[in-house]
């Protein structure tokens, strides 16, 4: 009994240590505690270029999406063995990402050469 | 038992000492207590998980502490290392790599508790999803080789830590100017004490 009461609490603690790690990090990086000088730029005071505000946005909306996708659906059980699995993200979602992060390090590459 | 060094021979200072001393005898109580009365091994295994629960909770409200307040320095968190060149110190910019990392990492841990929770069970993460973290964890490791090939890639500095080093410098300047006025003033008094001393000697 003791136990289950002890693993309850260690299950319901964990998530909200987890969710107060990522509001301490993002609270960090909105005070400027955590640099963030230069995100969009491969020089300091250059340019902001093209690739790094699409892998950006690329990223924050496909990880949103996914996100919204699994509360949304949560957990999906497989009959057969018994067992629970995340859902599974989208084809396009990878080939989105896969593309932002293809054309992110060509620039990078590019810019290196030149 | 003292060194000289406010440590003992096992190299513990005296609280560390006192805490050891305590927990030893603390483990020996109990284990006499549960011999005394008969405790069951599954009585024992439960309250073995409870102490190492509190353990692992205690680890982690530490780890959370310390970010909170500074003891866990974060600046560097989503930044390349410096360059060679750089001043120490000096922090790298920061990486849209390594911020894309952490973001997916984060979203992902939290996914993956939360229905954990939810099931009551661990859940199997598919392959479109690992597929996601290697596509970032990928990208990541190109761009660190391709960041330290480049030599033009200079540091970024964090806003604050550009302050502290701004508040630094006007300090070193502060001190190297009343170090001027102090080392003039120094010779002002040794001309008039010169002077004084050629006027007590007298012409003669």
């Not at chain 1, 005070?31 to 924050?60: C, K």
């Amino acid at each position: 009994m003791a136990a289950d009461a002890t693993a309850s609490i260690i299950r319901y603690a964990i998530l909200p240590w987890l969710f107060l790690l990522f509001a301490v990090v993002l609270l960090k990086i909105l005070r400027g505690d955590i640099n963030t000088a230069g995100l969009l730029r491969s020089r300091p005071g250059g340019p902001v270029e093209l690739e790094r505000v699409t892998i950006l946005a690329a990223s924050l909306f496909g990880i949103g999406a996914y996100a919204l996708d699994a509360l949304h659906g949560g957990a999906l059980h497989d009959l057969k063995t018994n067992t629970y699995r995340m859902p599974d993200a989208p084809e396009s979602l990878l080939v989105l990402l896969g593309g932002a992060n293809g054309l992110y390090l060509a620039g990078k590459l590019m810019r290196l050469r030149s | 038992m003292d060194n000289g060094s406010g440590r003992n021979p096992f190299g513990l200072s005296g609280s560390a000492m006192l805490f050891t001393i305590v927990f030893v005898v603390a483990i020996v109580a109990v284990a006499t207590a549960s011999f005394k009365y008969g405790v069951k091994p599954a009585d024992i295994a439960v309250l073995g998980f409870v102490a190492f629960s509190i353990i692992i909770l205690a680890f982690a409200a530490a780890v959370l502490w310390q970010i909170g307040t500074g003891g866990i320095q974060l600046v560097g968190l989503i930044s390349e290392p410096a360059g060679p060149s750089d001043p120490p110190g000096n922090i790298g910019k920061a990486s849209l790599a390594r911020f894309q990392f952490l973001i997916f990492t984060f979203v992902v841990a939290g996914l993956f508790l939360m229905l954990c929770i939810e099931t009551g069970a661990f859940v199997e993460i598919p392959t479109n999803v690992l597929g996601l973290l290697g596509i970032s964890g990928g990208s990541f490791i190109v761009s660190k080789a391709v960041g330290q090939a480049d030599p033009k890639a200079t540091s970024g500095g964090s806003p604050s830590q550009g302050q502290a080093n701004n508040a630094q410098g006007a300090a070193n300047q502060q001190q190297a100017a009343a170090n001027q006025q102090q080392a003039a003033a120094n010779q002002q008094q040794a001309a008039a004490d010169q002077a004084q001393a050629n006027a007590n000697r007298g012409p003669g």
